[in-house]
């Protein structure tokens, strides 16, 4: 069956949000690399309904007027990827976690890199918020979306995250 796809405008540049039918599977950066996250078989549909609640969240969160978001999410990854973006999807609003953290809270405080490269293929952007991930310093690390926005997500959500 395939994929639908919408376009909405944001603060981060255009996001392309893509759902099936049992909910959504991506949210993609204006410039993403095509090979981050691999999608078959999508088609244009605006008005399909997990489309639509995602874009008006996204909006609502761009606004300052959603901490958390309330959408089905259908992952497609890796077991551990999957494992991943579940500690993604834990890390409140307002919080940064380190990839050593997400690590050690996985059971394994030797995957900080695995931990990285999983959640450089997070292919839910901002709603499992890959950019509250920064280095152990603290620091603002890669984001597929640049770091620009990593640090506009960051700072929406509260300046104090920024170091």
């Not at 993609?28 to 999608?39: F, I, K, S, T």
């Not at 918020?129 to 640090?151: D, I, M, N, Q, Y």
Request: proline share 6%; hydrophobic share 45%; with cysteine.
């Amino acid at each position: 069956m395939a994929l639908a796809r919408s376009k909405m405008p944001s603060p981060v540049g255009e996001l392309t949000l893509i759902a099936s039918e049992a909910g959504l599977v991506a949210v993609l950066w204006e410039n993403d690399d095509p090979a981050r996250v691999r999608l078959a078989d999508v088609k244009d549909e605006a008005d399909h309904p997990v489309l639509t609640r995602t874009a008006v969240q996204l909006a609502e969160y761009f606004a300052g007027e959603r901490r958390a978001f309330d959408l089905p999410l259908d992952f497609r990854g890796t077991d551990f990827q999957k494992s991943v973006w579940a500690q993604l999807l834990a890390i409140p609003f307002g919080e940064t976690r380190s990839y050593g953290e997400i690590a050690r809270n996985l059971g394994n405080p030797t995957a900080s890199r695995a931990v990285g490269a999983a959640n450089g293929r997070n292919p839910i952007s901002i709603i499992a918020p890959c950019h509250r991930v920064v280095g152990a310093s603290g620091s603002l690390t890669g984001f597929a979306g640049g770091l620009e926005a990593k640090a506009f997500l960051l700072k929406l959500e509260g300046p104090k995250l920024l170091l």
